[in-house]
């Protein structure tokens, strides 16, 4: 059930995202007066469709992508353009100017979708984590971890994250991740005492990411009790603050669960913030069994102290506007990883992956989903931008390069770079299906 779920979900977030990329370059051929002869939601043969004007609307059979076919833009057999360049209406008749704009327009869709679909959800649920706005204090370091090693306390406020001062947490982790195995110079404080260090992020075995082995200090906060366990026997409610454990202050989500790892299923003592009122409790954590590993788990649902506001239209926008710009820069810092062989390809996501994303955020409800469906957009919009043959950002390249010369690359040149580029992308598509694979693996 889990699986066919999945992939209902998946083929809705993908076809939402082709269609609205294809529409992009549709409309743009349109609006410059290029003939459309196809516009296909799939690949292959024709399953279903219909002929509106010169434009043949169908349904293919090869769901996972999508195309616009104008004339003029594909090469017969012989070489030359299937339609006459001297057709006015003629993909090849038109300036370079409009045809690089044709093949911006689907990620330039996609960019917009994702910064319409975030600025929606804000103006409906804005999560805001309780203080994620302030500085940013470290509530949890992992042992043996790069900040471990490195003297870093629970409780020390990060003043300066390589060329970022007073960073909020956020500007952290996302800076943190995309510098894998690059050395950052890092100012601490504590107490009134400063401490200047320079931490390396290692390379994180299954995420392929940056880390530093330390997190956020946050406020615990009870998601909801599960039935039959210990927390429900002795009275916790959801909305309950978590205060301390066995009398010590607790900082963080993580800060808990290692606590709970190192007392081995020993009884301990909450105390928590239940209104205002601190009441303290004690407790007997339950052992999970999970392989060779034991978890110890006192049957509640932890997260960080989150409030939900609307934010208006001008404020929702300019926050999806942030988060996008972040999130675009990101995804260039870590490709700029990939091509310095800092970072690992593991966390790429393929077909399979984003299809079990989709269905855990299907089930989470409709807030997770936009969610996801605004960073997948953002994405496919920059993986399409990429200079890459056979993509929109080559052929964007492509006609800058002809732009500059003043004429036109000859035939056989655009054949070698289409074949190349369709080498490398076939290339590209069997590794993230096997990357998706080898994570379902054991071991």
Known sequence: ???????????????????????????????????????????????????????????????????????????????????????????QAKPRWQRMIIAFAGPGMNVLLALTLLTGLFMYRYPKVVGSDGPAFIGFIAKDSVAAKAGVKEGDR?????????????????????????????????????????????????????????????????????????????????????????????????????????????????????????????????????????????????????TYVQLPLAEAFNESARQNYRSAGLILQFLQGLVERRMSAKSLEGPIGIARLSGDAAREGIAPFIGLMAAVSLNLAIFNLLPIPILDGGTILMLAIEMIMRRDLSMQVKETVFKFGFVFLMMVVAFVLYNDISKLLPG
């Open 158 to 306: 990060i003043a300066r994250f390589d060329n970022i001062a007073d960073p909020t947490w956020e500007d952290v982790t996302l800076a943190e991740i995309a510098a894998a195995n690059r050395p950052v110079p890092v100012v601490l404080r504590r107490g009134t005492e400063q401490v200047v260090a320079t931490l390396t992020p290692a390379l994180h075995d299954q995420t392929g990411v940056g880390t530093i082995g330390w997190g956020e200090q946050h406020e615990i906060q009870l998601g909801g009790v599960s039935a039959k366990m210990e927390a429900e026997r002795v009275g916790l409610k959801s909305g309950d603050l978590l205060v301390a454990l066995d009398g010590v202050p607790l900082r963080s989500t993580q800060m808990l669960l290692q606590m709970l790892r190192d007392g081995l299923g020993k009884p301990v003592e909450l105390t928590y913030n239940r209104g205002g009122a601190i009441q303290k409790v004690g407790m007997t954590p339950s052992v999970v069994s999970d392989g060779p590993n034991k978890r110890y788990m006192l049957g509640v649902q932890l997260s960080a102290r989150v």
């Open 1 to 91: 059930m889990v699986l066919f779920q999945n992939i209902w979900w998946v083929l809705v977030l993908i076809g939402i995202m082709i269609l609205i990329h294809e529409l992009g370059h549709f409309w743009a051929a349109r609006f410059f007066d290029v003939r459309v002869e196809t516009f296909s939601f799939g690949f292959g043969p024709r399953l279903f469709g219909f002929r509106r004007g010169e434009t043949d609307f169908r349904v293919s059979l090869i769901l996972f992508g999508g195309y616009v076919k104008m004339t003029g833009e594909q090469t017969g057999e012989d070489g030359t353009p299937d339609s006459m360049v001297e057709d006015p209406r003629s993909f």
